[in-house]
C-alpha cells in the first residue's frame, strides 16, 4: 500500500486528539474521586477501546487492573443484533470487584448492554461504564453511561481505535470518512 496521509482521508473531523484528551483527564479526576482507595478492574472492549484505555489508563492517578475482553456480536452486515458471542474472555474472576467497562463508542448499546449483563452476572461489587462515544439517535436500549466523553451525530466514525474494514484505528483524532474511501 501507498503511504499517505491517513487524516486526509477524512471529510469531516469531529474531535481532535488535544479535545480527546482533554475529555479524557476530565473524566479520570471524576474516577479518582469516585474510586478513592479501591482498585478498579477496568475492562476493555477489544478492539476498539485499546486506544480509550491506554490514555484513561495512563491519565489515573490511582491503583488499577486492565483486563479485556473480545466480543462479536451475530448480525447481518453493519447493523447490531444484540446476540453476542464470547472470543476472548476475561482472565479475571469478577467476585467482589468494581468493575469499569472502558468501550470506545455506544451506537445501538445492544452489544453493552449484553455485556453489563453477562458481567453481573459473576458476582462483582458494581458494573460502571466509561465510553469515548454515544450516538445519542441511534440508541435502541437505554444505558446508563456514569463516564462519557462525547455525543456524536449519528454517522459512521472512524479513528482513535475505530475501524473501517480494520484500519484508521491508529489516527488520533475522530472523523467521518470521505465517500471516496468506501467506493
Ligand atoms: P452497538 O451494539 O452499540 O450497536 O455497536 C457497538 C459496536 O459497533 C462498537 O463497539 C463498534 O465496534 C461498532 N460501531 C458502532 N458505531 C460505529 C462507528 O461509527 N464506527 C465504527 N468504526 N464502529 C462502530
Ligand atoms: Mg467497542
Ligand atoms: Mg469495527
Not at 57 to 81: F, H, I
Request: proline share 2%; charged share 25%.
Amino acid at each position: 500500500m501507498e503511504s499517505h496521509n491517513i487524516a486526509g482521508d477524512l471529510e469531516e473531523v469531529l474531535l481532535t486528539e488535544e479535545q480527546i484528551q482533554g475529555r479524557l483527564a476530565e473524566l479520570a479526576r471524576q474516577i479518582e474521586a469516585d474510586y478513592a482507595g479501591e482498585n478498579v478492574l477496568l475492562v476493555g472492549v477489544l478492539k476498539g477501546a485499546v486506544m480509550v484505555m491506554a490514555d484513561l489508563a495512563r491519565e489515573l492517578n490511582m491503583q488499577v487492573t486492565m483486563d479485556w475482553m473480545a466480543v462479536s456480536s451475530y448480525g447481518s452486515g453493519t447493523t447490531s443484533s444484540g446476540v453476542v458471542r464470547i472470543l476472548k474472555d476475561l482472565d479475571s474472576d469478577l467476585t467482589g470487584r468494581k468493575v469499569l467497562i472502558v468501550e470506545d463508542i455506544i451506537d445501538s448499546g445492544l452489544t453493552l448492554s449484553w455485556l453489563i449483563s453477562n458481567l453481573k452476572s459473576r458476582g462483582p461489587e458494581s458494573v460502571e461504564i466509561c465510553a469515548l462515544l454515544r450516538k445519542p439517535e441511534a440508541a435502541r436500549v437505554d444505558i446508563d453511561v456514569k463516564y462519557l466523553g462525547f455525543d456524536i451525530p449519528n454517522k459512521f466514525v472512524v479513528g482513535y481505535g475505530l475501524d473501517y474494514n480494520e484500519q484508521y484505528r491508529n489516527m488520533r483524532s475522530v472523523g467521518i470518512l470521505a465517500p471516496h474511501i468506501y467506493s
